[in-house]
C-alpha cells in the first residue's frame, strides 16, 4: 500500500504563491509518476500536473502552464507543486496522486491518492 499525505494548501490573495508538498510512505515510488489534480466546489476533478520518475518529464494543464511546477525528491520520497501567479479560479481541493504508469495519472485513474490540501485563493 502507499499512503499520500499533501500539506502547504492555505488562504491567500490573487497574486501569491504557495508550495505544496505531498510526502509518499508505504511502497517505493521512486519508480512512480507522481501527480496533481484539483477539485473545486461543484465540479469534476481535474489534471494538474505530473511529474515522471526521473524527473526530467513533465506535463501542466493549459491552465496552470507558466505559474506552476512540479518537481520531486525521491530521496524523501516527496512531490511538490510550486504555485505562482495564483488567481481566484485556482480555487480548490488539491490532490496528490501515484501511479507507475504516466499515461495512467494524467488520466486520473491511479490507484492512490491523497485526503487533499484547500488551496483559496481571494480576489
Known amino acids: 500500500q502507499v499512503q499520500l499525505v499533501e500539506s502547504g494548501g492555505g488562504l491567500v490573495q490573487a497574486g501569491d504563491s504557495l508550495r505544496l508538498s505531498c510526502a509518499a510512505s508505504?511502497?517505493?515510488?521512486?519508480?512512480?509518476?507522481l501527480g496533481w489534480f484539483l477539485q473545486a466546489p461543484g465540479k469534476e476533478r481535474e489534471f494538474v500536473a505530473a511529474?515522471?520518475?526521473?524527473?526530467?518529464?513533465?506535463y501542466y494543464a493549459d491552465s496552470v502552464k507558466g505559474r506552476f511546477t512540479i518537481s520531486r525528491d525521491n530521496a524523501k520520497n516527496t512531490v511538490y507543486l510550486q504555485m505562482n501567479s495564483l488567481k481566484p479560479e485556482d480555487t480548490a481541493v488539491y490532490y496528490c496522486?501515484?501511479?507507475?504508469?504516466?499515461?495512467?495519472?494524467?488520466?486520473?485513474?491511479?490507484?492512490?491518492w491523497g485526503q487533499g490540501t484547500q488551496v483559496t485563493v481571494s480576489s
Open positions: 496522486t501515484a501511479a507507475v504508469g504516466y499515461s495512467t495519472v494524467v488520466a486520473g485513474k491511479a490507484d492512490y
Open positions: 508505504g511502497r517505493t515510488l521512486s519508480m512512480a509518476t
Open positions: 511529474v515522471n520518475w526521473r524527473g526530467d518529464r513533465t
